[in-house]
Protein backbone atom coordinates (compact mmCIF):
# COMPACT_ATOMS: atom_id res chain seq x y z
CA UNK A 1 0.00 0.00 0.00
CA UNK A 2 1.31 3.44 -0.98
CA UNK A 3 2.11 5.71 1.91
CA UNK A 4 -0.64 8.41 2.43
CA UNK A 5 0.85 11.94 2.66
CA UNK A 6 0.84 13.65 6.42
CA UNK A 7 -0.06 16.60 4.79
CA UNK A 8 -2.26 18.18 1.66
CA UNK A 9 -1.87 21.08 -0.65
CA UNK A 10 -4.75 23.26 1.07
CA UNK A 11 -5.80 25.87 -1.90
CA UNK A 12 -7.02 29.33 -0.30
CA UNK A 13 -9.62 30.96 -2.41
CA UNK A 14 -10.13 33.64 -0.02
CA UNK A 15 -12.78 32.73 1.30
CA UNK A 16 -12.39 29.45 2.22
CA UNK A 17 -9.71 26.82 2.41
CA UNK A 18 -10.01 23.50 0.04
CA UNK A 19 -7.49 20.10 -0.02
CA UNK A 20 -7.21 19.12 -4.30
CA UNK A 21 -9.46 16.54 -3.34
CA UNK A 22 -12.11 18.92 -2.32
CA UNK A 23 -11.07 21.57 -5.40
CA UNK A 24 -11.16 18.31 -7.58
CA UNK A 25 -15.13 17.42 -6.36
CA UNK A 26 -16.72 20.84 -7.36
CA UNK A 27 -14.67 20.77 -10.73
CA UNK A 28 -18.23 20.69 -13.31
CA UNK A 29 -18.84 17.79 -15.03
CA UNK A 30 -20.51 17.73 -18.60
CA UNK A 31 -23.99 18.68 -17.38
CA UNK A 32 -22.38 21.86 -16.36
CA UNK A 33 -19.98 22.38 -19.15
CA UNK A 34 -22.48 21.71 -22.04
CA UNK A 35 -25.55 24.57 -21.32
CA UNK A 36 -22.49 26.45 -21.40
CA UNK A 37 -21.19 25.30 -24.68
CA UNK A 38 -24.80 25.56 -26.20
CA UNK A 39 -25.05 29.68 -25.32
CA UNK A 40 -21.88 30.12 -27.41
CA UNK A 41 -23.43 27.73 -30.28
CA UNK A 42 -26.64 29.34 -29.98
CA UNK A 43 -24.50 33.21 -30.09
CA UNK A 44 -22.49 32.00 -33.34
CA UNK A 45 -25.78 30.83 -35.25
CA UNK A 46 -27.53 33.80 -34.83
CA UNK A 47 -23.91 36.10 -35.53
CA UNK A 48 -23.25 34.06 -38.63
CA UNK A 49 -27.02 34.69 -39.46
CA UNK A 50 -26.36 38.33 -38.91
CA UNK A 51 -23.00 38.17 -41.22
CA UNK A 52 -21.12 39.42 -38.13
CA UNK A 53 -17.70 37.09 -38.74
CA UNK A 54 -15.77 38.85 -35.88
CA UNK A 55 -18.45 37.50 -33.27
CA UNK A 56 -19.32 33.96 -34.81
CA UNK A 57 -15.72 33.49 -34.52
CA UNK A 58 -15.49 34.44 -31.17
CA UNK A 59 -18.53 32.53 -29.87
CA UNK A 60 -17.26 29.21 -31.57
CA UNK A 61 -13.83 29.29 -30.50
CA UNK A 62 -15.18 29.89 -26.76
CA UNK A 63 -17.65 27.08 -27.43
CA UNK A 64 -14.45 24.81 -28.41
CA UNK A 65 -12.44 26.16 -25.23
CA UNK A 66 -15.22 24.94 -23.31
CA UNK A 67 -16.10 21.24 -25.13
CA UNK A 68 -11.75 20.96 -24.58
CA UNK A 69 -12.33 21.74 -20.93
CA UNK A 70 -15.44 19.05 -20.36
CA UNK A 71 -12.90 16.36 -21.72
CA UNK A 72 -10.56 17.26 -19.28
CA UNK A 73 -12.48 16.78 -16.56
CA UNK A 74 -14.75 13.54 -18.43
CA UNK A 75 -11.96 11.84 -20.56
CA UNK A 76 -14.35 9.55 -21.74
CA UNK A 77 -15.39 11.76 -24.57
CA UNK A 78 -12.08 12.81 -26.10
CA UNK A 79 -12.08 10.74 -28.93
CA UNK A 80 -15.87 11.55 -29.99
CA UNK A 81 -15.20 15.37 -28.94
CA UNK A 82 -12.30 15.72 -31.18
CA UNK A 83 -13.20 14.19 -33.91
CA UNK A 84 -16.44 16.63 -33.38
CA UNK A 85 -14.73 19.33 -33.53
CA UNK A 86 -12.16 18.38 -35.92
CA UNK A 87 -14.92 17.52 -38.53
CA UNK A 88 -18.29 19.26 -37.45
CA UNK A 89 -16.77 22.25 -35.94
CA UNK A 90 -14.48 22.56 -38.47
CA UNK A 91 -16.60 23.07 -41.13
CA UNK A 92 -18.44 25.38 -39.37
CA UNK A 93 -15.90 27.23 -38.78
CA UNK A 94 -14.35 27.28 -42.33
CA UNK A 95 -17.56 28.96 -43.53
CA UNK A 96 -16.70 31.96 -41.24
CA UNK A 97 -13.74 32.60 -42.03
CA UNK A 98 -14.47 32.35 -45.76
CA UNK A 99 -18.13 34.45 -45.65
CA UNK A 100 -19.95 31.71 -47.06
CA UNK A 101 -22.65 32.36 -45.10
CA UNK A 102 -24.96 29.75 -47.18
CA UNK A 103 -22.45 26.95 -46.21
CA UNK A 104 -22.18 28.47 -43.07
CA UNK A 105 -26.13 27.77 -42.64
CA UNK A 106 -25.79 23.97 -44.00
CA UNK A 107 -22.63 23.21 -41.56
CA UNK A 108 -23.85 24.38 -39.13
CA UNK A 109 -27.25 22.51 -39.18
CA UNK A 110 -25.04 19.59 -39.62
CA UNK A 111 -22.97 19.99 -36.75
CA UNK A 112 -26.07 20.31 -34.43
CA UNK A 113 -27.23 17.09 -35.98
CA UNK A 114 -24.41 15.21 -35.25
CA UNK A 115 -23.78 16.75 -31.86
CA UNK A 116 -27.59 15.20 -30.88
CA UNK A 117 -26.11 11.96 -32.45
CA UNK A 118 -23.18 11.48 -30.00
CA UNK A 119 -25.96 12.28 -27.27
CA UNK A 120 -27.60 9.19 -28.37
CA UNK A 121 -24.25 6.99 -28.67
CA UNK A 122 -23.68 8.30 -25.16
CA UNK A 123 -27.48 6.79 -24.29
CA UNK A 124 -28.29 10.55 -23.91
CA UNK A 125 -31.19 10.37 -26.65
CA UNK A 126 -33.37 12.46 -24.31
CA UNK A 127 -30.65 15.43 -24.80
CA UNK A 128 -31.81 17.07 -28.15
CA UNK A 129 -30.43 20.50 -29.03
CA UNK A 130 -31.95 22.56 -31.51
CA UNK A 131 -31.13 26.21 -32.70
CA UNK A 132 -33.49 28.79 -30.54
CA UNK A 133 -35.87 30.71 -32.23
CA UNK A 134 -35.07 33.86 -31.33
CA UNK A 135 -31.07 35.62 -30.85
CA UNK A 136 -30.08 35.95 -27.83
CA UNK A 137 -31.14 38.82 -26.31
CA UNK A 138 -28.16 39.80 -24.46
CA UNK A 139 -25.68 40.90 -27.67
CA UNK A 140 -25.84 43.05 -30.54
CA UNK A 141 -25.52 40.47 -33.27
CA UNK A 142 -25.05 43.80 -35.94
CA UNK A 143 -21.97 43.53 -38.09
CA UNK A 144 -19.58 46.15 -36.97
CA UNK A 145 -17.37 48.92 -39.78
Known sequence: MADIPEHDHIIDTGKSRLTLEELGAVQPGMARVMPEVGQRIWKCYYAGKAHNKPLARFQLKEAVNLMEMGVLLRPKYTDNMYKFIEEQVEKVKQAIENEDWDG??????????????????????????????????????????
Do not use: C
Request: charged share 30%; hydrophobic share 40%.
Open 104 to 145: FESAFHEMVDQANAYHELYDKAFLRWKIPEMPPPDLDMTPRG
